[in-house]
């Protein structure tokens, strides 16, 4: 078995921001959804598989933390904004998809409405970890 006490320090990030007004299922959800796509768009934050002692496998997780924030919608209107300004890796998840059921339907929800007029409810950020830094600034990390 192999066992590593020395600290790791990424220096990247992955973060999550959530609105502070949604019900405890909504943000987990979201957070499933908004951290799907990263490992598409960027596959080296995907570590190797796992396997029990049993010899059982399992799949593939992200290789380091996810930290998730709350922020109020002004806060979170502001890090999606410099994260369009920055071109970092990002997912959205808008209140309007709440009333889909697919993929499909999903995108097209987004499509409808211009940036600055999406009805945020949550994001997910990969990058540089002192440029996600600033990109959720402003918002506390989700209790």
């Known amino acids: 078995m192999e ?3 020395e600290f790791v320090r990424f220096e990247t990030k992955i973060a999550v921001v959530l609105r502070d007004d949604l019900e ?10 908004l951290v799907s796509g990263i490992g598409r768009k960027v596959p080296e934050v995907i570590g190797e598989p796992y396997a029990d002692a ?3 496998d399992y799949l593939p997780m992200f290789r380091q933390p996810v930290l998730v924030f709350e922020a109020g919608g002004q806060a979170l209107t502001a890090s999606h904004q410099r994260a ?5 890796p990002l997912s959205v998840f808008t209140a309007d998809l709440f009333a889909t059921g697919n993929d499909r339907d999903n995108r097209a929800a987004v499509r409808a409405v211009p940036r600055d ?11 540089p970890r002192n440029v996600v830094d600033k990109i959720v600034k402003g918002s506390r990390m989700h209790p």
């Open 3 to 5: 066992s590593v006490t």
């Open 24 to 33: 405890t299922w909504q943000r987990l959800n979201m957070t499933a959804f």
């Open 54 to 56: 049993d010899g059982t």
């Open 84 to 88: 369009v300004a920055r071109g970092l």
């Open 117 to 127: 007029r999406l009805d945020l409810v949550g994001m997910a950020v990969y990058g």
